[in-house]
């Protein structure tokens, strides 16, 4: 088994803190990957940029910014899930000019990290539930969560979709009011592969889907692990104990082969993707039989 070294990327969130950790990082060299894994509080329009470029190798991104980017013809496919449980979003405004509830929301403007991201793609979502359609100028792409504070305190947007625990210490602040919460039908993130960086090592999908699932139970088996997302996140004690009992992470099982076909016929449903791409399109080969 030759070595391999990858340049990894995520967004800077508890999530992603096993990748950091030296017990979880020799589970990998277990399966000879090395690796270097770089923050992007950008998000995942950012790192798919970063993955379509070439200067990433893969990607820890949203489920269904995958999909979408691969409906639009993106280079990489999934090689499994990384976090098998759902995201929660809270939906928030600043707390200056505040919102108290969650209509008219096709006049309201939504700060994004980018069009095509995590941000506007559950905008998008969110309007869909409420028998909405946004358009383009429903809109104020803001490059982060720090662009999208600015963008609300200033008035340039009204509403702003994030990991509601990752942002619940700005509503203890007094900067953003939390107005509602919306959980997608389908699993948090999952890991994208250049094809490239495959076709060079056809058995790392493999090897990555062993080392992913040997590390995330390895992260839930740390007993100080919501201590050190408090530390590192400045998230309340409360909310990681909370976050850590319901995360789960992939865990080796392949019935995500069937979870991925139908959240890409859900996106297509929503209006979020314009076509629903294949199994073959999404997934390698390696994940299993997909003709």
């Known amino acids: ?128 539930q409420n028998g909405i359609t946004l358009t383009h100028d429903n809109f104020y792409p803001a490059d982060d969560l720090d662009g999208a504070r600015k963008a609300l305190a200033e008035g340039k947007a009204d509403l702003f979709l994030w990991e509601k625990f990752m942002t619940r210490p700005l509503v203890v602040a007094g900067e953003f009011r939390q107005v509602g919460e919306v959980t997608p039908p389908w699993n948090s993130f999952v890991l994208v592969m250049r094809q490239e960086a495959i076709d060079k090592n056809p058995e790392l999908v493999e090897r990555f889907k062993t080392a992913i699932g040997h590390a995330g139970r390895e992260f839930k088996s740390i007993v100080d692990a919501p201590g050190q997302i408090v530390s590192r996140y400045h998230i309340s004690p409360e909310d990681a104990q909370e976050w850590f009992r319901q ?45």
Not at 64 to 72: F, K, L, N, Q
Not at 78 to 100: D, T
Not at 261 to 282: G, Y
Request: aromatic share 12%; net charge negative.
């Open 1 to 128: 088994m030759d070595d391999v070294k990858l340049k990894l990327g995520g967004v800077p969130e508890h999530f992603n803190l096993l990748w950091d950790l030296d017990n979880c990082r020799s589970l990998f060299s277990e399966q000879g990957i090395s690796y270097q894994f770089f923050e992007f509080p950008g998000g995942t329009g950012a790192m798919s940029e970063a993955v379509k470029s070439g200067f990433l190798d893969g990607a820890v991104i949203l489920t269904e910014g995958a999909v979408s980017e691969i409906s639009r013809g993106a280079d990489y496919k999934i090689v499994c899930p990384f976090v098998e449980s759902p995201l929660f979003w809270g939906i928030f405004s600043s707390a200056q000019h505040q919102i108290n509830d969650l209509s008219d929301l096709g006049d309201r403007k939504f700060a994004i990290s980018r069009f095509n991201s995590g941000s506007h793609l559950m905008a998008q979502y969110l309007a869909f």
């Open 247 to 291: 995360v789960k992470y992939y865990d080796g099982n392949t019935d995500f082969l069937a979870a991925i076909d139908r959240t890409a016929t859900l996106l297509n449903r929503f209006h979020i993707t314009k076509r629903v791409p294949t199994s073959n399109e999404l997934l390698f080969r390696a994940n299993g039989d997909l003709e």
